[in-house]
């Protein structure tokens, strides 16, 4: 999995291209840790091109959920393809976290 990030006003978007597993995922959940930490951005994750999501992968996402909750900042995701937002239906990630269509 690669990513890019853009810093805007208020806010860091993460671009995510490739395969959120249990490989990628420690990498992303790090990077997403730090920007938590601070506690000053919301964060926006564009998974348009995530081909496949483990349960790593949405572990990762879970966790910057509770955290920007707790930081009262906005965690949001969007770009769901049909097969992730199935995924997400079924977990009950869809109803839990803020996807947004753009």
Request: proline share 1%.
């Amino acid at each position: 999995m690669t990513f890019t990030k853009t810093v805007m006003e208020n806010q860091i978007v993460y671009a995510l291209e490739g395969r959120l597993d249990a490989v990628s995922s420690p990498e992303m959940e790090s990077e997403l840790e730090s920007v938590l930490e601070a506690g000053e951005l919301d964060i926006m994750l564009d998974i348009s091109k995530v081909q496949y999501i483990s349960s790593a992968g949405l572990r990762v996402f879970l966790v910057a959920h509770k955290k920007s909750l707790r930081n009262k900042r906005v965690f949001s995701i969007t770009g769901v393809n049909q097969s992730i937002r199935e995924i997400f239906d079924i977990t009950g990630y869809s109803a839990m976290l803020n996807v947004v269509q753009v």
